[in-house]
């Protein structure tokens, strides 16, 4: 779709591309370029993007497990998620991808385990959170241009990152003593919808393959998963057709069943929601306390009630438990390594210290590493059998 093809479609509540509160940096360029392309492209050709494809998001993939999910793929299916979310309602889809593409940038090795770590040894020197550690990669630790640091996105998809919420993600909380994201946050208490978009998906699309998952590993079963309403219904219709393969045969058909009804509920439900506010620009939006895309009432308990066997069945196995405990072990022991003896840090990082402080730069050195190079990095400091 052209970007003009695009505009036309767009609701007047949505972030037309002329509408965009430009970048930190200006930008010379073919005027007829969408500015959330642009941020695409320089998303998806980044350092940390690609680090993602090793990166925990529920099961460690380093030691074998090929099917599982990563925070690469996971943050694939949030974009196309969002970007079905944004169709339906006369949203841009080309920043709702985009902010879906970049809402993981932040995130450490070894998934929500790293990120315990990681906060627990920055209590007293800012937190980490990695939501927000997404927007200081795209602000500052990425820089592959050399008239400035970062990335140079929009406004719009800054603001979506530092406002980025979900049950478990409440960015502000550590964000807002940041004088340097008083901008964003004074733009009102909440993103634009294609933000909320993101946001939506990133609910959906973990719940959903999270399921996928736990069947592969062997710690969901049809059985358990009946326990879920929403579950049961998908399957009821899909087992109709086929009673007797192995769950395995038939997931796909049950989930895409899920995501379908979840699709429709939003788009539903959102529109009742745009209507009764009376939003007319994005700025409406944007002040709106509350968001104004998700579940009606009835859907939403059934999702919770979903995630709450996922959070019992899944998150809480002890052999998750255990990967966790192992991955928090080492990053702590690698924090208090780097802040101990910050010449074991490249010197690139160790440059930043005068200005940042040993914890801060080591925070960001450890955020930035895969799973595999957590654990290599680990293995030469500590095996008393392995030099380099």
Known sequence: MTRAENEL??????????????????????????????????????????????????????????????????????????????????????????????????????????????????????GFEHNVQSLRVVDFLEHPYPAFRGLNLTFELREALIKHRTKYDKPSQNASSQ??????????????????????????????????????????????LRESALWQEAASAVRKSYPDLTIHAVRRPIIDTI?????????????????QAGV????????????????????????????????????????????DAKAQRMIDELFEAYQGNPKLLPDRYARRIPDQGPERVACDYIAGMTDRFCQEAHLRLFSPTHFE
């Not at 008083?182 to 208490?189: C, K, R, T």
């Not at 995501?259 to 209507?275: C, F, H, Q």
């Not at 995630?307 to 998750?320: I, M, N, S």
């Open 9 to 126: 479609q767009l609701a007047p509540y949505a972030v037309h591309d002329g509408m965009t509160r430009g970048r930190r940096h200006e930008r010379a360029g073919r005027g007829e370029d969408s500015p959330f392309d642009l941020d695409r492209h320089r998303i998806i050709s980044c350092t940390a993007f690609r680090r993602l494809l090793y990166k925990t998001q529920v099961f460690v993939t380093s030691g074998g497990g090929d099917h599982f999910r990563t925070r690469l793929t996971h943050t694939l299916e949030v974009a196309a998620q969002a970007e079905r979310f944004s169709r339906e309602l006369g949203l841009n889809p080309r920043l709702a991808g985009a902010i879906a593409l970049a809402h993981d940038l932040g995130h450490s090795p070894f998934g929500h385990a790293g990120e315990k770590a990681l906060n627990a040894r920055m209590q007293d020197h800012g």
């Open 179 to 224: 004088a340097d994201v008083a901008d964003l946050l004074a733009s009102g208490p909440n993103c634009s919808l294609e933000g909320q978009a993101a946001n939506l998906a990133d609910a959906v699309a973990y719940t959903l393959h999270d399921i996928e998952d736990g069947l592969w590993h062997g710690i969901l079963t049809e059985g358990i």
């Open 259 to 275: 995501a379908s009804r979840l699709a429709e509920d939003v788009r539903t439900e959102s529109r009742r929601r745009i209507e």
């Open 280 to 323: 007319q620009t994005a700025d409406d939006v944007r002040a709106c306390r509350e968001d104004l895309l998700g579940f009606s009432s009835p859907m939403r308990l059934q999702v919770e009630a979903l995630q709450t066997l996922l959070f019992d069945r899944v998150y809480r196995d002890h052999r998750v438990i255990r990967m």
